[in-house]
Each structure stands twice: as C-alpha cells, then as structure tokens.
C-alpha cells in the first residue's frame, strides 16, 4: 500500500537525469580468445553446437572456424571481475573500466534485476579481443503495484580488436521502497 505523498514524489530529478550518457572507460580482455577457453564454456553450459566444438565443422563453415557461442559475450565482464576488483582499489575515484557508475536515487532503497537482452552483430572468434564499454542509456520513473518506482538501464557495447561491433547488451535494474 502506498500513500498519496509517495506517489506525487519525483525520483528522477534533473540531476538523476545527468546521470544519463554517464560511464566508465573502456575495458579489454587481457589475451585473445583461446581454444581452452572456449572449451571450458562450451562444456560448462553443455552446448552441443559444433560451431563450438569441432574444429572440422567450423573450418567449413561461413565462419571459417572455431567461434565462441553468442552469451560467451555476457560472461567477459563477470569474468573480468577480480581485475576490476583490483584497478578499482587503486584507483577509488575514478570510473570502473568497462562499467557504469550505479545510478543513485535518493529515497529508494532496495534493487533489483529487471533483466537483460543481447543483440548480436557479429561472431566472436578465437583469436579475438573484445573490449567493453557501459554506460547510462535511460532513467525513468514508473508506478508499480507497491509504489514508485525508478528503472535505470545500461547499454554496454562489445568490440573486437578491429573495432567491429560484436553484441550490444541492454540490462535494466529497479530502484523501489
């Protein structure tokens, strides 16, 4: 149940909104995509592809070998946590590579994961390097079953080494009482 005050008040003031276009710089993968790396995921999430797996297969095939499945992508910055982890104690007030600052709204407390959607351009291929880079794209308010609410999304881009893009991720989060 939510008061009458609650639902007039503005979450998503002028400064919430300069927030937006906001993010950290780029980050890039320290090595290229290898065949062990690959095959770890491969198995770990047991696909079956052979785009993935049979180096015979792929060689014939338009990509001309061996190419990472498409959500290899959305692991990379998880991955690259532990390095961030470490770059971010040295450097506590600057922006994470690769990443977005976390939008602030003053008032709402509690978080969630609203989800997130991928858009595939191009394989990424053994050999490659990506090379990441998040920021702000929106910040809106809404009305929910329990109130205010303010759902912030952030668009992280994945290039390869040629600066071709690889995938575009949208991932939204809410901010609530």
């Known amino acids: 149940m939510t008061t009458e ?13 300069a927030q937006i276009g ?6 890039s993968w320290p090595e290229p995509l290898d065949r062990m790396s690959l095959r770890r995921y491969v198995l770990a999430t047991d696909d079956e592809n052979p785009l993935y797996r049979d180096e015979e297969y792929a ?7 061996l190419i990472a499945p ?3 992508v959305a692991a990379y910055p998880i991955a690259f946590a532990q390095i961030i ?3 971010q104690h040295e450097h506590p007030e600057e922006l994470r590579p690769g990443g977005a600052p ?11 994961n609203a989800g997130s959607e991928i858009e595939w351009y191009r394989p ?6 990506l090379t990441w880079k998040a920021r702000i794209s929106d910040i809106v308010q809404r009305t929910g079953r329990s109130g205010p609410m303010v759902v912030s999304t952030t668009e992280t881009e994945f290039r390869n080494q040629r600066g071709e893009l690889v995938a ?6 809410i901010r609530m009482n």
Do not use: H, N
């Open 59 to 65: 060689r014939r095939s338009k990509y001309g070998g």
């Open 5 to 17: 005050s609650q639902e007039q008040k503005v979450y998503v003031t002028p400064e919430v909104k």
């Open 102 to 112: 976390a939008v602030r709204i003053e008032g709402l407390r509690r978080g969630v």
């Open 85 to 87: 982890e470490e770059w």
């Open 124 to 129: 990424f291929c053994l050999g490659d390097t």
């Open 168 to 173: 575009i991720m949208r991932g939204s989060g």
């Open 22 to 27: 906001q993010g950290g710089p780029p980050a």
């Open 70 to 72: 498409p959500f290899f």
